[in-house]
């Protein structure tokens, strides 16, 4: 996939109507899932189009990941999760992009790699809004 058709560069209707921008930190732009099944599931998306990890420079991937670290420990903490899952997979959109999925031990998928498949969780678009400024006031 290339700049010019991936959707986190383009920022077009394949982004938003998956997810919604948080705000951006450093190199890169934090996403909340519109799909809330895993309460806080965010993406953490660099700021430029990188499709392999040995390609980013390493001073930007240092950087990038004491963000992904920061967004993590963040969404630990605030959805009392008892483990994180990360998540980088590129077959699709290539752009490097981390999920982070706040997991906790008496919900379903316990155990097991989250999914996509068998059911969504919307909030309305009050709740949405609130668990967006809940997210970002955690990580300012």
């Known amino acids: 996939m290339d700049k010019e058709n991936c959707f986190y560069c383009t920022k077009d209707l ?3 109507s998956l ?3 948080i705000c951006t930190i450093e ?3 934090i996403y909340l899932f519109k799909d809330q099944k895993y309460p806080g599931r965010c993406v953490v998306a ?3 189009h990188y499709e392999e990890i040995f390609s980013i420079p390493m ?3 240092n950087i ?3 963000v992904v670290s920061k967004v993590a420990k ?20 290539s752009h490097f992009h981390v999920h982070i999925v706040p997991k906790k031990k008496d919900n379903f998928d316990w155990g097991s790699p989250f999914t996509d498949t068998d059911f969504k969780v919307y909030l309305d678009d009050s709740e949405f809004s609130k668990r967006i400024e809940l997210i970002k006031n955690a990580l300012n």
Do not use: H, P, Q
């Open 27 to 29: 190199c890169a732009d």
């Open 74 to 93: 963040a969404l630990y903490n605030l959805f009392n999760a008892d483990k994180i899952n990360y998540a980088v997979y590129g077959d699709l959109v």
């Open 19 to 21: 997810m919604t921008k």
């Open 59 to 61: 001073d930007k991937l």
């Open 64 to 66: 990038y990941m004491s």
């Open 14 to 16: 394949r982004l938003v």
């Open 46 to 48: 660099l700021d430029e």
